[in-house]
């Protein structure tokens, strides 16, 4: 077992050892090198033993160094591990044809867990990676529980066995691992008692499971020949959001937090109030959708206040672009703050998802073409903002259309990716003229006409 030597820093240790990209590492200090994890995990220490081919021969080197002090090469990127599940709810299968591969794969890989929040089911992790994530101290895991209800999870996640979901997090919780846990919820699967006994089990792990989040199952218009799955509905959701609500109370009273959390879809869907910031305990979750609605408001609200005292020289017309679910919030709550700001008009167009269906409403499955489609007859505004959850890392929609693209394809007007700086808005509202910002169109992206 090795891994690849990609790059060399100028000037390193490592350059000062004669190790050149292409070169092989094997172990650090006598232990496997597996990935960039084990590399980072090995690299502390005023000594430290590489074993490498160099050059094609093999090599042993022993450095001295201070203890923080890094060597000066890089590793091949970790290859992620495919989920080892085929869920019924899974939105991989829900895909249409024709898209980038990425968005076929199955992630199920706990060291990208730990590296950037992604949830996965423990379901292939064996004895030696629960023994690594101890000893490397690989924390917190995000876990996508479901049901801890093994018949219920047999149908759920289509397993054959027991997968051993509670003692894999018992042995977790028992070496103080952290854990972030969630359910994708089905109606009529994994509700009810499953539910009840899930939440339970789960919270009686103890305090190294920080929180849960429960999150209603997406369902898109490309399910033919997939699980016949119900979808959350008004009434559902407000019994949820009550449900909940009780079981709070008791947490908060036993451990000083909500510890369970639902994601924002269930309020909006519900139509009941978000919560206020309290509720969501630090915003543990905000990345899986737990509280962006709130945070988002609040930090609208925080912008205002200063903006609205600096007036726009001259009436400005802003259109903001949102998804079905968003829409009832961004017309109560954010365009009347936005139009606090003297010579501001706000207007908000509500985009159907052209990619998915049209019952899948939430913002960040809009596709380019989507936009496109609604926007293509439409007369211009000064300033058309998208939301900011629309593009990928590489910068592009589901669809693989880029910012630009789309901005061409629909004439060329003046459009943006809303980036969390409504200051930014402002200024190029106020200041359209000036090249200088026009030039900063991939980090806004304010798009030039």
Avoid at 263 to 292: K, R
Avoid at 294 to 316: A, G, H, M, N, S
Avoid at 413 to 430: C, D, K, N, Q, T
């Amino acid at each position: 077992m090795s891994i690849r030597i990609t790059t060399v820093e100028s000037g390193s240790i490592a350059d000062e050892l004669g190790i050149k990209p292409g070169d092989e590492l094997l172990c650090m200090n006598g232990e496997p090198v597996h990935d960039e994890l084990d590399v980072k995990f090995n690299m502390p220490g005023e000594s430290i033993e590489l074993e490498l081919y160099l050059g094609g021969e093999r090599t042993v080197l022993d450095v001295e160094k201070e203890h923080d002090q890094e060597i000066g090469f890089a590793v091949e990127t970790m290859k992620m591990t495919a989920c080892g599940n085929d869920c019924v709810f899974c939105f991989v299968d829900q895909n249409p044809e024709g898209l980038r591969k990425a968005l076929y794969f199955r992630d199920g890989d706990y060291r990208f867990s730990h590296l950037f929040g992604n949830f996965n089911t423990m379901t292939n992790v064996g004895p030696k990676s629960l023994e690594r994530i101890v000893r490397q101290r690989l924390m917190p895991q995000y876990v996508s529980v479901h049901s801890t209800d093994l018949e219920v999870r047999k149908k759920l996640m289509r397993l054959r066995k027991d997968d051993h979901i509670m003692d894999k997090l018992r042995y977790l919780t028992e070496n103080d691992i952290w854990l972030h846990t969630q359910i994708v919820l089905c109606p009529g699967i994994n509700d009810g008692e499953s539910l009840k006994r899930t939440i339970e089990d789960i919270y009686g792990l103890g305090l190294s499971v920080q929180t849960m989040a429960i999150v209603p199952v997406g369902l898109t218009s490309h399910r033919t020949g997939l699980t016949d799955l119900k979808q959350i509905d008004k009434e559902y959701a407000s019994n949820m959001v009550h449900f909940v609500h009780d079981l709070q109370r008791r947490f908060r009273r036993e451990r000083g937090t909500n510890w369970l959390y639902l994601s924002d879809e269930w309020f909006l869907i519900a139509e009941e109030p978000v919560p206020d910031e309290d509720w969501y305990d630090g915003f543990p979750q905000l990345e899986n959708g737990v509280g962006m609605v709130r945070d988002f408001i609040e930090e609208t609200r925080r912008e205002v206040q200063t903006l609205e005292k600096l007036p726009l020289r001259e009436p400005r017309h802003l259109t903001l672009a949102t998804a079905t679910l968003a829409s009832g919030f961004m017309r109560t709550d954010i365009v009347p703050l936005l139009e606090r700001i003297p010579n501001l008009n706000v207007h908000l167009e509500v985009v159907l998802n052209r990619l998915y269906g049209p019952d899948v409403t939430v913002t960040g499955l809009l596709s380019g073409g989507s936009f496109q489609h609604h926007f293509a007859n439409l007369p211009e505004t000064d300033l058309l903002l998208l939301p900011p959850n629309v593009l990928n890392e590489e910068d592009v929609f589901l669809d693989d259309e880029t910012p630009l693209g789309l901005q061409r394809k629909l004439g060329g007007r003046p459009m943006a990716i809303f980036h969390g700086s409504w200051e930014e808005v402002m200024h190029y509202l106020e200041h359209p003229e000036e090249d200088t910002f026009k030039s900063r169109a991939l980090k806004l992206p304010i798009l030039p006409a």
